[in-house]
């Protein structure tokens, strides 16, 4: 298997019809990724060698999908320095707050780029994930830029429809 | 030095203005406690080997105060299955209730006993901590109810003196 | 009939279905318990007496669930010196925020070990009274690191599932 | 002494601060009032005894302010069939939301009428009091009418005042 | 028709569903009531009359539900020197917390009596109505009695059927 | 005196400090205004008088700055087809969001054109009624885009002397 | 096509139903309108060209609608010195607020009146739009008001029912 | 001077003390960066102009800092492929949580990689920055994982020192 650029962790796998938004994303991109499940919880010493690890097998982005007291993101920030991005998943009761603050609320010193909370979110970090990919990959930066472009004739599109009416 | 009942970790100094409300119940109580400064953020390998072997050391109870993105309870309960109590630290801007909802919305296998927000919660963790202990010290339990006592004397004392008025 | 070691008292038979999963939980590690419908606001004086007995008949650990102004577990603390852990039920109208914070921000003196909102702390309530109960049981204390082992073993098998596609 | 019409509680003499605005108030009409301190938590037997009694001693109305994980209203109320005002006092950290929450979402069976947050809810239980012992006295009920108009009649200068510059 | 005692008045037909509750229990305990539906933004002259009106047409307590903005039980509570009971009713979007806090945050001089969101409030609307109509009415005090010993019946008999299992 | 375009209301002289930044705006427009000071709560029927009035007297926009349960806007939104533009004033203990919401969450037929919390809120509302004023006012619109050239000066300005460091 | 007088723009087709009630208002009052599709973040030329060239095209209002991190009437009011009317569009987990802090919190110099979220917000955007486009043209105001006499009347009708019953 | 690899851009000079906590990790770390303020309201067409060249002008990452109804980072990210981080600036009145869910809650299609409210938030956007631009500089990783280093041992000093008391 190609070593992935991009890997895809979440704290469960109830988390899944919401990250693999994200998978859909990289896959369209051709840009290559893993997907692991981890908890900060449950699975702490896994969680922590993967994390320590990721560097060294070449990835080069991380997304981390929880919710709750969601402390996936964090700890695995904790334990690389690779870019870390957040998608905080909706919660039945609090609705996705609680997942959100325990995301973006780091201490100085360990950030987690954190998106909006749920399908949106997941969706947009495996864009964000593209944009920092990117950085030193011309050919993708200009995927990227055609992909916004298709996404302003969309909304064009949509604005035509509706005017004729 | 004693091996401590009572282990008190938080995440920076800048919380043991709070925390040491907690220090001062236990000290009052005769317990034995100790005093750790640990991030699951800035030191999660010290963080993860003092949680795998503090039962080890015969701690009993853990009390973790954290602020913002509150990880420490839960990474702390991730890694040990002594009662670890969480006390949320106020933030300046959201007041602690980000610290709150990190600590307290854990996944399920997983608890923290949490406490009230700030000061209130320091103290709290203290006798909650001692509350635990006592349910095999009779000699503890007695000095709890004492202490219950004393609050009610208290309130009762003040109630006494705002009459006469 | 054993006398029980944990109480699981909830304020309404509606608040049941979430309660039940402490209560499976107890079962699976073989922790006597007894369940209880108290009320601060309905049956105030059968929860005062409950609540002052509590201990003399042995109980260990007290675990109250209740929603809204959720008083329950707070007004079973003021009137007992063991460890009272909440179990905040989510509310059809401001989700259990309300209860949450009813049974979290407790003063100083009376302190109460709060769980998550709804099922998560239900479960969660079960696991931090074994854990309570485990501070002078070797043989519960080795019941839970297998738990948390399964825990583990569970996110891992998951995990290569997952890898596998 | 002559017998109080109106009992102010309160949790904690912190508290005073805040609740003298409900004393001052009932003094400018010339009811009588008693005040007390009294806790849910910390001195539940003499909360619950006093509760039991209010009636028997003729009180009419009970007026309680606390903060926090704020119980004392509910559970006067769920002692009591007099009219309990329940006052929510700010907290440092969530400013009394916690405190209005825990005072307002009372199960059904168990009102508690609940005021503003902080001064505003002070001085408004003691009119809301008057306005309840004016249900039957008519003496009463024109002082509320000539406080009204006073309160008109300060807004009507200010305006003037105003217009004039 | 009798003069009512009680004057149940809502903002919309759409809070019918829940007012009702209140209508229930006041019919139970034999106390007339009217029902009423005006708008403080879109019958305000018809509202402000209702409202100047009720004391002399010999209403003792006025119990108000509104949803959203909601200015109905202030904006009577101007208007009258009778004892005000505000319902706030939940909202598709906010859940009620909209409503709660327009109602509940008065400024001083004019008080609402503020009960919980939704059907547990409107309950409890009619059940302080009552508490308060039975400040001069032994009558009435002593049904509410009876009706507080059935409530603590009901949950000892789920008490005491659960404990059977 | 010339009539007034612009009607700035507020609850209390309290609010001044913050509706006056509307006032300075509209005067350096040489927009004509008056200041009054009017509550929905203490003053309504010199409210519902004033609200009645607004448009006979050619007023052309309101401008009603609130605080807490603010019923201002919308008691006059109920008087009036003016437009009117509420300004939520920050309390000391809900920082605003209770205003916030008791003025914008209106029910469908009376709107409330409303501002940001506190100081921005004033000078917004005193730019938006000018915007309303230019809808047929071709100078006032000039003005109004000078205004805007102005601001994106002084951002261009700033912006210029942080990169000359 | 007539020029309209009022242009309602939303970010995304799935805003229509809602934005949709809109429309129906001010096609009852025979105002001219258009709907546009235009999003601030996936077509920012279009929206920043059509935001620009509104005034000229004699557009009097603009009401622009949108859900969660909702830029669109706030970059369309920093590109236009017409008055713009904002709708906060709820979101499936926040329901909205983050909708409505977004439209509302906009900094001094660049106002959006805003609405309430969802549905009342669209019709009562209608509404405020009408009322501003009426401050110049009488026969407008004469409709408006009838149309709060037939709001009054709705409420009025409805009160003579219940009260029947 | 030298082309900037990281763009700071802030709405307005009262940001400058947030966000200066980025610049100087920037500096820390060698790193090139140009600091600019430009306000999505108040100069639109600067800030579409600067966010469409910056790729061209080899900036590789944009932090962008603003508060309240926050669209300067969603409105740079609609104009460029770079990844854009967001730092919510805390604000006088909601304390940055208007701030926040402005940056956040994005919709997809547009990500903004969202820090914590203030001061962390500043910090933390640097290093975010700087593990982006690590994605392809070995060299700088190096660095990062020092200064994580750093991080431990700074914790661990603190530790120690508390230990030694």
Redo the contacts between chains.
Sequence with gaps: MKKPDVSIVM???SD?PVMKLAQELLRKFGVSF?????????????T?RYAKNA?ARDV??IIAGA???A?LA??I???T???V?GVPI?????????S?????????????????????GA???A??AL??????NPGL?KK??A??KE??L???K??KT??GH
Tied chains: 1, 2, 3, 4, 5, 6, 7, 8.
């Excluded at 893993?34 to 896994?46: K, V």
């Excluded at 909706?90 to 609680?98: C, Q």
């Excluded at 944009?131 to 030193?136: D, F, H, N, R, Y």
């Design positions: 704290g469960s796998t899944l893993e997907t692991r499940i981890l908890s900060a919880h449950r699975s702490p010493d896994d922590t560097a080069k982005v919710g709750g007291a402390h964090g700890v920030a904790g334990n320095t690779l870019p991005i909706k919660t039945p009761d609090l609705k996705g707050i609680d959100l603050l325990s995301i973006v609320q780091m201490p100085s010193g360990v950030p987690v780029g954190t998106m909006a909370i749920g399908e949106a969706k947009n970090a864009i964000f944009e920092i990919l990117a950085v030193k930066r990227l830029r992909f916004k996404l302003q969309a909304v064009r949509k604005d509706l005017k």
